[in-house]
């Protein structure tokens, strides 16, 4: 890979010329010189855009090294545009992806959980019985919902309010429920407080929800309960809002958006003002890393993983990285393309670790399209540094869609979402 001085280059860009390239490449980083005859043993738990991607980059450094993808599902299913499959404008099958050419890139597949961590012994248990050691393991298990995070959602509550926050079944769920939601409905959606995965997802999915309503049932709405003051591309969603749908409504946190607590059996959401009875609820409950990192012991009081912002070695555990929405990466956000970009750092940076090389110091970049209609899209990007050990905003590089742009710029933002999805799911996933 071609090493660029980013921070000259970014000055340089404009923001637009900026989107497209970090399309392209979303860490930019030297390749390793790999010591003469080192190799390694590297066991990656989590197949989705972290550790798939971090696989085939390993395996593309340094073929030598043993790599092997640990993942509990044969068929992965992205959260990126699934908000879309939720109002109808798309199929789930187009959200799934199958490991056939992760395979083929000569990487292991074991499709099975992992139950078990010996730091140790450095090895893992899976759930079919077997053991794999590793000279170094790369945890990327995304998130698990807190189940004890909001009073009266659980596991069952989840069946009657989906949170549709791992797509798949739940994002079917909530798409069967609006539809045969009556017109004249009430969609309530609540939204966590951060640190959560894909800060605008909720954003995203209120506006195509509003989309839905407007043309199959206009005398419906859809009320966002929010836990926060403010959001990622807060601007650019109310703009869109005031414009498209007058029948949404975000109540804020000051403003008693606070989701307190739920009823399942009457779908009854609860704040600290009043009590919202929904047609349909959405519920987005608090988040932490997948449960795979409580059991290697990475993650700390926050249920987030800290980890060095150089290599994602973790701070708690020596010889284990953490990456993707698990680890705690500062100024970062949660989203597939941090996600990816992080497993290529991560990759680079084991395998000179591997290699008994200094990792280099990597500059990363995040892209995060939101599409609020078909024909109406835009984008906040970012660009990262390690500083005294967290990720931190690199000044003057990124930000996001202007405020007043045409309507041309947003359609063409909308249509440019879909090759980013293309490309990342192409880069993790073949
Ligand atoms: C509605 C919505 C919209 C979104 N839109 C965008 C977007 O437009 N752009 C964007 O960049 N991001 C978006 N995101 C965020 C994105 O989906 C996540 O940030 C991304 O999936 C994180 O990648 P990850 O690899 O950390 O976790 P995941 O992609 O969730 O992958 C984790 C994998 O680990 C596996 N796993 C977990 N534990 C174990 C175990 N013990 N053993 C074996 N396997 C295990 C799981 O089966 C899973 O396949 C969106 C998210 C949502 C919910």
């Given at each position: 890979?071609?090493r660029?001085?980013?921070?000259r280059?970014?000055?340089?860009?404009s923001?637009?010329?900026?989107?497209?390239?970090?399309?392209?490449?979303s860490?930019?980083?030297p390749?390793?010189?790999?010591?003469q005859g080192?190799?390694?043993?590297?066991?990656?738990?989590?197949?989705?855009?972290?550790?798939?991607?971090?696989?085939?980059?390993?395996?593309?450094?340094?073929?030598?090294i043993?790599v092997?993808?640990?993942?509990?599902?044969?068929?992965?299913?992205?959260?990126?545009f699934?908000?879309l499959?939720?109002?109808?404008?798309?199929d789930?099958?187009?959200?799934?992806?199958?490991?056939?050419?992760?395979?083929?890139?000569?990487?292991?597949?074991?499709?099975?959980?992992?139950?078990?961590?010996?730091?140790?012994?450095?090895?893992?248990?899976?759930?079919?019985?077997?053991?794999?050691?590793?000279?170094?393991?790369?945890?990327?298990?995304?998130?698990?919902?807190r189940?004890?995070?909001?009073?009266?959602y659980?596991e069952?509550?989840a069946?009657?309010?989906?949170?549709?926050?791992k797509?798949?079944?739940?994002?079917?769920?909530?798409?069967?429920?609006?539809?045969?939601?009556?017109?004249?409905?009430?969609v309530?959606?609540s939204?966590?407080a951060?640190?959560?995965?894909?800060?605008?997802g909720?954003?995203e999915?209120a506006?195509?929800?509003?989309?839905?309503?407007?043309?199959?049932?206009p005398?419906?709405k859809?009320?966002v309960?929010?836990?926060?003051?403010?959001?990622?591309k807060?601007?650019?969603?109310?703009n869109?809002?005031?414009?498209?749908?007058?029948?949404?409504?975000?109540?804020?946190?000051?403003?008693?958006?606070k989701?307190?607590s739920?009823?399942?059996?009457?779908?009854?959401?609860?704040?600290?003002?009043?009590?919202?009875?929904?047609?349909?609820?959405?519920?987005?409950?608090?988040?932490?890393?997948?449960?795979?990192?409580?059991?290697?012991?990475?993650a700390d009081?926050?249920?987030?993983?800290?980890?060095?912002a150089?290599?994602f070695?973790?701070?708690?555990?020596?010889?284990?990285h953490?990456i993707?929405?698990?680890?705690?990466?500062g100024?970062m956000?949660k989203?597939?393309?941090?996600?990816?970009?992080?497993?290529?750092?991560?990759a680079?940076?084991?395998?000179r670790?591997?290699a008994?090389?200094?990792?280099?110091?990597?500059?990363l970049?995040?892209?995060?399209y939101?599409?609020?209609?078909?024909?109406?899209?835009?984008?906040?990007?970012?660009?990262?540094r390690?500083k005294d050990?967290?990720l931190?905003?690199?000044?003057g590089?990124?930000?996001?869609?202007?405020?007043?742009?045409?309507?041309?710029?947003?359609?063409?933002?909308?249509?440019?979402?879909?090759?980013?999805?293309?490309?990342i799911?192409?880069?993790?996933?073949?």
């Amino acid at each position: 890979m071609q090493r660029i001085d980013h921070r000259r280059s970014a000055r340089r860009l404009s923001r637009r010329d900026f989107v497209t390239a970090a399309a392209a490449a979303s860490a930019l980083l030297p390749r390793p010189a790999i010591a003469q005859g080192a190799a390694g043993n590297v066991v990656i738990i989590g197949g989705g855009f972290a550790g798939a991607s971090a696989a085939r980059a390993l395996r593309r450094l340094d073929p030598r090294i043993s790599v092997t993808l640990v993942e509990a599902s044969e068929t992965f299913t992205a959260c990126p545009f699934s908000n879309l499959v939720i109002t109808g404008l798309r199929d789930l099958k187009e959200q799934q992806f199958g490991y056939a050419k992760v395979a083929a890139a000569g990487i292991t597949m074991a499709f099975s959980s992992a139950t078990a961590v010996d730091t140790q012994a450095r090895s893992i248990t899976l759930a079919n019985g077997n053991r794999l050691s590793y000279d170094r393991l790369v945890l990327a298990p995304g998130i698990d919902l807190r189940w004890d995070g909001l009073p009266g959602y659980d596991e069952a509550a989840a069946n009657v309010m989906p949170h549709a926050w791992k797509a798949g079944e739940q994002t079917l769920l909530l798409r069967r429920q609006l539809e045969a939601m009556e017109d004249g409905g009430l969609v309530v959606i609540s939204a966590p407080a951060n640190p959560f995965r894909c800060p605008p997802g909720p954003y995203e999915r209120a506006s195509l929800i509003a989309y839905y309503l407007k043309a199959k049932k206009p005398k419906s709405k859809v009320i966002v309960l929010d836990a926060k003051d403010a959001f990622s591309k807060q601007r650019l969603f109310q703009n869109a809002w005031r414009e498209l749908y007058p029948n949404l409504e975000w109540v804020s946190l000051s403003s008693g958006g606070k989701v307190t607590s739920v009823e399942p059996a009457s779908k009854t959401v609860v704040t600290d003002f009043s009590r919202y009875q929904a047609a349909v609820a959405n519920i987005i409950p608090p988040q932490k890393a997948g449960r795979i990192v409580e059991l290697a012991q990475v993650a700390d009081r926050s249920g987030w993983c800290p980890v060095d912002a150089m290599t994602f070695e973790s701070k708690q555990q020596p010889n284990i990285h953490v990456i993707g929405d698990a680890a705690i990466m500062g100024a970062m956000p949660k989203s597939a393309f941090s996600a990816n970009a992080q497993a290529k750092v991560c990759a680079a940076a084991v395998a000179r670790l591997l290699a008994g090389q200094k990792p280099d110091e990597p500059r990363l970049i995040n892209t995060c399209y939101s599409v609020v209609a078909p024909d109406y899209g835009f984008t906040v990007a970012g660009v990262y540094r390690p500083k005294d050990g967290v990720l931190v905003d690199v000044e003057g590089a990124g930000g996001v869609s202007p405020i007043n742009a045409p309507a041309s710029v947003r359609a063409a933002e909308a249509s440019q979402a879909d090759g980013w999805f293309n490309t990342i799911t192409t880069e993790a996933f073949g």
